[in-house]
Each structure stands twice: as structure tokens, then as C-alpha cells.
């Protein structure tokens, strides 16, 4: 198809959505977030062998990724931290209970139905909440206890091959920049050149559809550009790829002086707007309100920190046992800073961040989970403090003394805060067709697409969702012969299976539980059964007995 048929229609002045990294007038380099990936996110390399490196001639994406974290894997040397800097020694363990190891267990072999608009905190006791593993789990992914229980389910299926690498996140990979200009921009540049057109500051707020039993067309775009509303009328043969909802929508950027603007009352964003309308229309186009109906539940706000001297690398050092601006790994992913009433976490990634980055300065990410906690040295929510203040509350969780806090936040670096009323609304409590299906029964020329459309088995919050359901969308409105790539299968490989179970428990071999004299001689009695066989020697290999 030539690139000139090809149309994007972006609300915002420039594509990426929440990937994204700007240096922004009057405001400095931002972040609003960054996503991890894996080695097998499988559409993401699919995709990326396909898009030239705009820095290496000849190389792909794809090739400079898989350079750069075969030449400098990543892993952490401090993954949490309390009283001010000092490391919270959990030493890589995650300090289950059997019965806790258990409540996980019974969780990964439950099945969805039983889960459909379920919490977490429903199927998980104080033996997993009180945890390292939900410490670890809930900063690296964001989850609330409030948060589906379906959705965690799938995330520990999903990445059951990484349960040993949470610990010291030697399970994940990072790009060498911002994701916006290692991925977003590679894209974007190629699509230019084959003639794709974007339209920016085109905001889709409604698509129209013509809905009969058997047959569903899109039938009208309604869009604003500049105030202006304008149509864009559709045939059968057209195709309409639409990104509904929105998990940066509405998000909002303070400055070193002011705070990140939250509306408590704010219940609607583009996105999610442009869904309801759209859902208004057919059952199966899903219910948008599912997720974006209470932002008390969905938000959590970011800040990015650039330091602007010597002064405040060293602590950055100090913990993350590495020399910042040696452009390798650094802290490896996030620092937890495990008594912080914010449950604050912050990561400095490989240094520049960005391209136009001055030498000599770092640009960091800091995260608090809790933005309506007052701080442990800032006595204010987050949402209510400027940049600078979230920046004094992060360096007294760094160990600065305090005496120096304020005049290093303030003069030593430049922190803008981001407040994000939805970033985890997919997480939100949900059942079957709360999400539309990536090309509904029916469909003629529409296919949903990102985050809050359903796929098989994959997990959302993932660079990867967003990727591979727009490959099943092109795939199947196009007729393509070819598959998509699947979903790494982990979760049915019995190595993996048995490595999960045994890294859950710290390494103790299931002959280590606390039985019962039944359950004990129940186990004697199939360790009997297995001796001399394959099996035996597998659950040997695997630490398992």
C-alpha cells in the first residue's frame, strides 16, 4: 500500500503517545513514563528488524537493541532502599510464605471467568501484600491492591519466565535513549519517507458506524483541527485502524515552581470520550467506563529530574553502585525507596538520555505510587508539590543531608512533575467485552487497536500490546498470509514452570514445606513412584527436590 493512502490522525503535536521524551520550552527534558521490555517480546522485534537505525548506517533498530543489551546487559546492584539511602537488604529474596506461595499458585490456575471484576486484595492475603515479591511486583508494574485480579493472573503467566530476574530486573531490557527517540522516531522517519501522512493536532472524537446483524462498517470520521470540526466520510474498502481510550490522557506537566494540575472531578479525556461515543453504538465496542470512571483509582504522577552540576551525581553513585555518566547501565531500573509514603521509586537509565542532553548532567525518572500521601520530608501529597519539592522529598529518600536539600533541589537540578489521571486505568477490575475485540464479529473496515482493545494471552502496559494487536488488526483486515508472531510460551514449557516455583520460595526445594504427616507421606509415596526415571532427574536439574 502506498505510503501516501496511509493517514494518522494525532491529537497531540507530535506521535508516541506515552513513549515519549521531549526537551520542552520552559520546561526542560521530560519523561512522562518508560516502558520495560523483554527478550521476547516477540512483535516488538518482528517489527524493529524491519525499521533503519537512524544512527547506523545498515543496522536496523532491531540490530542496535540487540547490540547494545547483548554489549551491556542490564541488572541492578540496589533495588530498594529505606531510612534514607541505606539498602534495604532484602537480598534478592522474596520472603513468601509457603501459604503465601501458595495464594500465588492458586491465583495462576484459576481460570478468567472466576476472576472477571475481582481486586487483587481479594485473592491475596497479608502473607503476599506484606511481601518482598509484591514490593518488587507492584513498583516494576504499577499495580494496586485495588487493581484486577484477572490482570495479575495474566502478568504471572505471561512473564513466569522472568519470576527469577524480578529481584534484580537482570529480565529486562532498556533502549539506549528515550524511548521516544529510539523508537517512536525510527518510525516515524521511515513512514515519511514512503509517503505516510500525519496530521497533528487532529483530534478524532467520534467515529460513525452503519451497525446490521451481520455487518459492521465505518462509516464517518468526526474530528477537530483547530477548533474546527471536520468529516471524513468511508467506504468498505477503507480501513480504520482506532486507538480508543487513552492512558496518558489528560495528564498534565508542572514546573521547578508549580505543581502538575489534578481535577479530582475529571471523568473524560479524548480518548476516552471518542470510545464512549463509539461504544454508545454496539454492545461489542466494549464499556469505556470500566476503567476511566475513578481517578483516585488510575492515577499516579511521574517526575523527570535533569541534575545541573556535580553535586547530586554522587548520591545517585553512592546507590546504584555505578559510575552515572559511563553510558552503560545505571541504576538498572528502578530504585524503591521502600519506606517512602509515596512509594516513591526513581531510575536513571543509560546516560544521555537524550541526544541534545549537555554533558555533564543526568536525566532521571522518579515515580510515587500513593499521590494523594503526604511525604515523609515534604509534608504535602505529591499532587499538590512543584518540581522542586518532589525533588527535595527524592533526595532526602537518597540520603542527602538535610540541611543541603533544599538549595540542591533548587539550584542543582531542574524536576518537572507529571500528573497522570489514567496511566493505569487498564488495570482496572474487569470482565469479558469490557474491552472491544481487536476486529469485532462482523467488522468490515475498523479494527481497535493499543491497549484497551482484547487480544489473546498477552498483557497489557506493554509496548508489546500496543504492537501486536496492531499487527493482528493489519493482518486480518489485509488478509495477510502470515502469522503473527506468538506469544512467548513459557507458561507451557515445564522447565520454566518449575524454575518459577522454586525461585517463588527463595530457592527452598518443595521437600523444605511444612507438611502435614498425610501430605508427608504422600510425598514420600510419589518421590518413590518417580526414582530412577526422567522425571526424577528433571525435578534434580530444576532444584525442585
Known amino acids: ?81 529505606v531510612s534514607q539511602g541505606k ?21 495462576f490456575f484459576t481460570s478468567d471467568e472466576q476472576l472477571y471484576d475481582k481486586r487483587i486484595d481479594e485473592v491475596f492475603s497479608s502473607e503476599v501484600l506484606d511481601s518482598n515479591f509484591w514490593m518488587y511486583w507492584r513498583t516494576m508494574f504499577a499495580f494496586e491492591n485495588w487493581h484486577s485480579a484477572l490482570e495479575m493472573k495474566l502478568y504471572i503467566r505471561r512473564f513466569i519466565h522472568h519470576v527469577g530476574g ?151 553513585r553512592n546507590i546504584c553502585k555505578r559510575d552515572p555518566f559511563s553510558g552503560k547501565v545505571v541504576t538498572g531500573g528502578i530504585v524503591t525507596c521502600k519506606d517512602s509514603n509515596w512509594l516513591m521509586s526513581w531510575t536513571f537509565n543509560r546516560q544521555p538520555q537524550f541526544r541534545a542532553q549537555p554533558k555533564g548532567q543526568l536525566v532521571g525518572w522518579i515515580y510515587g505510587l500513593f499521590s494523594d500521601k503526604p511525604g515523609n520530608f515534604v509534608k504535602k501529597t505529591m499532587r499538590e508539590c512543584t518540581g522542586k519539592e518532589i525533588c ?38 474487569r470482565s469479558a467485552g469490557d474491552r472491544p475485540s481487536v476486529v469485532p464479529e462482523g467488522s468490515v473496515n475498523f479494527a481497535f487497536i493499543g491497549q484497551f482493545a482484547e487480544t489473546a494471552r498477552d498483557t497489557i502496559f506493554t509496548t508489546e500490546y500496543s504492537m501486536r494487536t496492531a499487527m493482528e488488526a493489519v493482518y486480518t483486515l489485509l488478509n495477510i498470509d502470515r502469522g503473527v508472531p506468538e506469544v512467548w510460551g513459557g507458561v507451557f514449557d515445564i522447565r520454566d514452570l518449575l524454575n518459577a516455583t522454586v525461585q517463588l520460595r527463595d530457592g527452598k526445594k518443595v521437600t523444605d514445606m511444612e507438611l502435614g504427616l498425610k501430605e508427608k507421606l504422600a510425598m514420600h509415596e510419589a518421590l518413590k513412584q518417580i526414582h530412577g526415571t526422567d522425571l526424577e532427574k528433571l525435578l534434580v536439574d530444576y532444584h525442585v527436590i
Request: charged share 25%; with cysteine.
Open 87 to 107: 539498602d534495604a537488604h532484602t537480598d534478592g529474596k522474596f520472603g513468601l510464605s509457603d501459604k503465601g506461595a501458595m495464594e500465588i499458585m492458586k491465583l
Open 392 to 429: 527535595m522529598e527524592w533526595l532526602y529518600h537518597m540520603g542527602v543531608p538535610v540541611d543541603q536539600i533544599e538549595d540542591l533541589a533548587e539550584h542543582s537540578a531542574n524536576t518537572v512533575p507529571c500528573m497522570m489521571p489514567y496511566i493505569t486505568a487498564f488495570f482496572m477490575p
Open 166 to 316: 524480578l529481584p534484580d530486573f537482570k529480565a529486562l531490557r532498556f533502549t539506549k535513549y528515550n524511548q521516544y527517540e529510539s523508537m517512536i522516531l525510527p518510525m516515524v522517519k521511515y513512514l515519511e519517507a514512503h509517503g505516510v501522512q500525519f496530521h497533528y493536532g487532529t483530534e478524532v472524537v467520534n467515529v460513525e458506524f452503519d451497525i446490521e446483524k451481520e455487518r459492521k462498517v465505518a462509516r464517518r470520521i468526526v474530528c477537530k483541527q483547530k477548533g474546527k470540526v471536520e468529516h471524513v466520510d468511508l467506504t468498505d474498502d477503507d480501513l480504520v485502524f482506532i486507538t480508543n481510550g487513552g492512558c496518558v490522557e489528560n495528564s498534565s506537566l508542572g514546573d521547578q515552581n508549580h505543581p502538575a494540575q489534578f481535577n479530582t472531578a475529571c471523568k473524560s479525556g479524548g480518548g476516552w470520550d471518542m470510545w464512549r461515543r463509539i461504544a454508545a453504538q454496539d454492545s461489542s465496542f466494549g464499556h469505556p467506563d470500566k476503567f476511566c470512571s475513578d481517578p483516585e483509582r488510575t492515577n499516579w504522577m511521574s517526575a523527570t529530574v535533569t541534575t545541573l552540576d556535580d553535586k547530586i551525581p554522587p548520591y545517585v
Open 1 to 81: 500500500m502506498k505510503g501516501e493512502r496511509i493517514h494518522v490522525l494525532e491529537k497531540g503535536n507530535l506521535p508516541g503517545g506515552a513513549c515519549d521524551g521531549y526537551d520542552i520550552p520552559g520546561h526542560g527534558f521530560v519523561m512522562r513514563g518508560g516502558r520495560e521490555m523483554d527478550n521476547h517480546f516477540e512483535c516488538m522485534w518482528d517489527l524493529f528488524r524491519s525499521i533503519p537505525s537512524i544512527e547506523t548506517e545498515g543496522a536496523s533498530v532491531l540490530d542496535e537493541y540487540y547490540w547494545l543489551n547483548k554489549r551491556d546487559p542490564n541488572y541492578s546492584l540496589m533495588r530498594a532502599t
